[in-house]
């Protein structure tokens, strides 16, 4: 079985992922890891020093090495991932378990705003912006996180709820 999470940052997919990895008893992959591990350089040294469209290339590689391996994983993908290339498609080829963890700006304002310092994509974005920074960045990749399979809206549901969610609508 090959379940696939999608949302954006700070939208649980991590923390759904793992939960769900073991009530499951099956693996559990992150995909910015997963990258880093190949690359030897984590996802922020990956952008300076070798660009954006660089670490595209590779995540779509790499997206796809896991996506067509033997094995069963969950795997949470990058907020951006679904939107590059056909990387969606490719998602959505490989497997019918495919969620997208739906928070409100609000709710992923409150679970942001305290980790800014470890998310370079908001880290330097005054806390009186990050609303507009967020309903922007979900507005351009709305479209792609609609086209799974699945939408979870998850604020204000424990993890153990969310896990029991996807746990009833796995294929």
Do not use: W
């Not at 994983?73 to 990387?87: A, D, E, H, R, V």
């Not at 992923?108 to 370079?120: C, G, M, N, T, V």
């Amino acid at each position: 079985m090959k379940i696939v999470l999608v949302g954006y940052m700070g939208s649980g997919k991590s923390t759904i992922g793992k939960s769900l990895a073991n009530r499951l008893n099956i693996k559990f992959l992150d995909l910015d890891d997963y990258i880093e591990t190949k690359e030897g350089l984590d996802i922020s040294g990956l952008f300076q020093r070798k660009g954006e469209i660089y670490f595209r290339k590779k995540e779509n590689k790499y997206l796809e090495e896991i996506l067509n391996g033997p094995e069963d994983f969950i795997l949470s993908t990058g907020g951006g991932t679904p939107c590059y290339g056909k990387n969606m498609e490719t998602i959505l080829k490989a497997t019918p378990n495919v969620f997208y963890l739906k928070l409100t700006i609000g709710g992923l304002i409150d679970r942001l705003s305290p980790q800014k310092a470890h998310r370079p994509l908001i880290a330097n974005i005054p806390d009186e912006e990050l609303p507009e920074f967020i309903g922007k960045h979900l507005f351009e990749r709305n479209p792609y996180y609609a086209k799974a399979a699945h939408t979870l809206h998850t604020d204000g549901k424990s993890v153990g709820a969310i896990v029991n969610e996807i746990e009833k609508l796995l294929v």
